[in-house]
């Protein structure tokens, strides 16, 4: 089993939906969570940085952290065609450096 | 510079070469991380070096993969005898310190033929 699993999709939805993008993971001492956003042939650039449980938001993108399920998510509002990209979940734990990143999910918005 | 710098972006070698791939990092930061991108694979963690320790090569597949990083700057990845399974997207990434937001460089496409 992987330390972190995410479904690749690909997922299709049209403009102006609210997207929902998951992982889950085992290691249950990770403590910081992050999102990558990351554009065909193009490095993976960070959306959004989450420390232990919660919520954080910034603009359209919130992102949901829960440690009891090991689960987090990321919710993106009115999509647009430009968030047609992967993205990727990471995690690490409390002193670590090491980064464990999803396999990723590939998003569609349709115009 | 102004962002984490990869060349060459492209790379196709034949079967048992060996190759370089180059990183210059963004100035300033003490941390430099190499990853892997295989199709439809997450990142996999390769190798990490923090100011003057020692790296933490963990992540090497196998012992025809190893990396330097000259003057706490510039690191070079190198694959000798490469094989098939080695083409990926290699990718670099700096922070200022272990703890702070990486930044990714765009990533060196290696297909070996």
């Known amino acids: 089993q992987k330390e972190v699993e995410q479904d690749p999709g690909p997922l299709s939805v049209p403009e102006g939906a609210i997207v929902s993008l998951n992982c889950t993971y085992s290691?249950?001492?990770?403590?910081?969570f992050m999102w990558y956003r990351q554009y065909s042939r193009k490095g993976p650039e960070l959306l959004m940085y989450t420390y232990s449980s919660g919520n954080k938001e910034d603009g359209r993108f919130t992102a949901q952290v829960d440690k009891s399920s090991k689960y987090i998510s990321l919710f993106i509002r009115d999509s647009q065609p430009s968030d047609s990209a992967t993205y990727l979940c990471a995690m690490r734990d409390t002193g670590g450096f090491k980064t464990i990143f999803g396999a990723g999910t590939r998003l569609f918005v349709k115009a | 510079g102004a962002g984490v710098s990869q060349s060459p972006s492209n790379k196709v070698t034949e079967k048992g070469k060996d190759v370089e791939l180059r990183c210059d990092p963004i100035s300033g930061h003490t941390a430099l991380y190499w990853y892997r991108q295989s199709l439809g694979q997450g990142l996999e963690f390769l190798i990490y070096f923090q100011g003057n320790s020692a790296p933490d090569k963990s992540g090497l597949p196998s012992d025809r993969f190893s990396a330097e990083r000259t003057g706490g700057s510039v690191s070079t990845l190198t694959i000798q005898r490469t094989q098939q399974e080695d083409s990926a997207v290699y990718l670099c990434a700096s922070s200022l310190d272990a703890y702070t937001e990486a930044f990714f460089g765009q990533g060196t496409r290696l297909t070996v033929v």
């Open positions: 290691n249950s001492a990770f403590q910081y």
